[in-house]
């Protein structure tokens, strides 16, 4: 990745995009359009198409009929692979300038968004592809008068509604065990990160995969997510973003076909630092790029610091040293360490929720919106150095570079505070006690509890929360439970 390049393509025309529903790129069915404002100048950087229910309806009708005549289940997963295999390839060989369209889109530093969208994608991808002919059915160790045979089938249509923080990563995630399963599938982006999904499926088509199984609709929400959701021939509805909307999608599944919806919802995820930690300068730089990159904006991101009191204000000291050194900026200069935040929106409810921490008396350092001549929307990072249980930004998920910093005396006091939230996503601990690390996963409630470090946890593990963050699991192996029913033949012999 060489800063010319990228000078180069930061400058190059975006076209529009439209929607790819059965192979073919296809304009809203009544023409409306949707304008891609860049955080990075809040300028116009393009327009895609704002689906319509109809668009939503004929997407589906695609995959349905997709699924339904076996142009993809009916494969041998060995065909399959192939198309996903060549389909990876073709991300790969176009990584930079995905990479840069999708920072252009939502603001992303490019060293961060490379790796983690087309790079990411293309891994996940081969990933699956590489799994799917390994996975034998079963035969049940049953009375040898009968046969007990157990498939793997694909459970069928998957709609899948994904965020904008990183769209081709967390796409993937859901996109690439679902087809590499044999589903079909629509997947309707956030409105502020289209684009690189468009591009990846048109890349689909190239390496070969047949028209109707991968549908991308874009648009509103409220209009082609709540369709996907209440649809009756959606048969798994995959997602992830906000507890409001995975509220929404429950309720409309009820509604509808009880379609399995499997949720990812977010956190506020603890943590937490003992006296005891192995190397406090190490604690404190890990979990400065923990919340800080993306500006914050990582479901996983912990965002609640609990300090063991003695080491408190030493703590803060070295966090906020390593917070001064994020340097926030142009997104597309490849030094950059936190770019733009993602939309003018979201800039304006991280500053919120530092104005009423000051407000209230606590210790607010750094959090100053930056670079407003630019027109764009950054933010230094916020370390709120003094925040109680019962601040509002210590309990709501802020999506922000906002971290708060809270100091308790006893391991079980840590536990009691880590788990005072309707979140369970992920945490850390960090210590040198083996006993005590261990004790604090098993108490801990959350999907994905670091020790030692925060983030970077690979494909090969899942990643799911508890709580009111959700059910299911995104990657590792299985991932696949949410797209292969299992179907039971007992036969008399
Ligand atoms: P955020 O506040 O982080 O944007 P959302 O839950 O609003 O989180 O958005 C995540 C995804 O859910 C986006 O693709 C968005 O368009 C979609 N979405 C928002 N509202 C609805 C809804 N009522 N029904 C279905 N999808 C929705």
């Known amino acids: 990745m060489s800063q010319s390049d990228i000078e180069t393509l930061r400058t190059q025309p975006v076209a529009v995009f439209d929607h790819l529903i059965d192979g073919q790129s296809v304009p809203a069915s009544d023409g409306q359009r949707m304008t891609v404002i860049s955080p990075l100048d809040g300028r116009p950087l393009t327009s895609c ?3 319509t229910i109809a668009d939503a309806d004929a997407a589906i009708t695609a995959a349905r009929r997709a699924f339904d005549d076996g142009r993809w289940s009916g494969l041998a997963p060995a065909a399959r692979k192939k198309v996903l295999l060549k389909w990876a390839d073709l991300i790969e060989a176009q990584a930079l300038d995905l990479a840069v369209l999708g920072v252009r889109e939502n603001g992303t530093e490019i060293g961060m968004a490379l790796k983690a969208e087309p790079l990411s994608a293309a891994a996940t991808l081969r990933y699956y592809a590489e799994a799917i002919d390994k996975l034998p059915g079963e035969i049940a160790p049953t009375d040898p008068a009968f046969l007990g045979l157990v498939h793997r089938e694909p459970v069928g249509v998957v709609a899948a509604i994904v965020p904008w923080n990183f769209p081709l990563m967390i796409g993937a995630w859901k996109f690439a065990p679902a087809l590499a399963a044999g589903c079909t599938m629509v997947l309707k982006p956030a409105e502020t990160a289209s684009l690189t999904l468009l591009r990846v499926a048109q890349l689909a088509v190239e390496a070969g995969m047949p028209p109707g199984v991968f549908n991308v609709v874009t648009g509103a929400g409220s209009v082609v997510g709540a369709r996907l959701a209440e649809s009756m021939d959606v048969d798994v509805l995959v997602f992830t973003g906000s507890g409001a909307t995975g509220r929404r999608l429950l309720e409309a599944a009820a509604r509808s076909n009880l379609k399995r919806v499997y949720l990812e919802l977010g956190g506020k995820s603890p943590n937490i630092i003992f006296a005891d930690a192995p190397d406090l300068d190490e604690a404190a730089k890990v979990s400065a790029q923990g919340i800080f990159r993306n500006s914050g904006q990582v479901c996983i991101a912990g965002s609640r610091i609990l300090v063991e009191r003695s080491i408190h204000a030493a703590f803060v000291e070295k966090l906020a040293a390593q917070a001064a050194e994020i340097r926030v900026g142009d997104p597309l200069d490849s030094q950059t360490q936190a770019g733009a935040v993602n939309s003018e929106r979201q800039l304006r409810q991280n500053l ?6 000051r407000a209230a008396g606590r210790t607010v350092i750094g959090g100053a919106r930056l670079r407003e001549e630019t027109g764009g929307y950054y933010m230094a990072p916020a370390i709120i150095a003094d925040a109680q249980p019962d601040d509002r930004v210590f309990r709501d998920e802020v999506f922000g570079p906002v971290v708060t910093v809270t100091a308790f005396d006893t391991e079980a006091e840590a536990v009691a505070l880590a788990n005072d939230t309707t979140f369970g996503l992920a945490a850390a601990v960090w210590t040198s006690n083996l006993s005590r690390a261990h004790r604090m996963v098993r108490k801990i409630r959350a999907g994905l509890v670091h020790v030692n470090t925060y983030g ?20 590792s192996l299985h991932a696949f439970d949410k797209y292969l029913d299992l179907k039971t033949a007992w036969v008399k012999l």
């Open 49 to 51: 198409a704002r689906g």
């Open 352 to 357: 919120e929720f530092v104005a009423e921490a």
């Open 456 to 475: 970077g946890s690979d494909l090969t593990v899942p990643l799911g929360g508890v709580k009111q963050s959700g059910n299911g699991h995104d990657k």
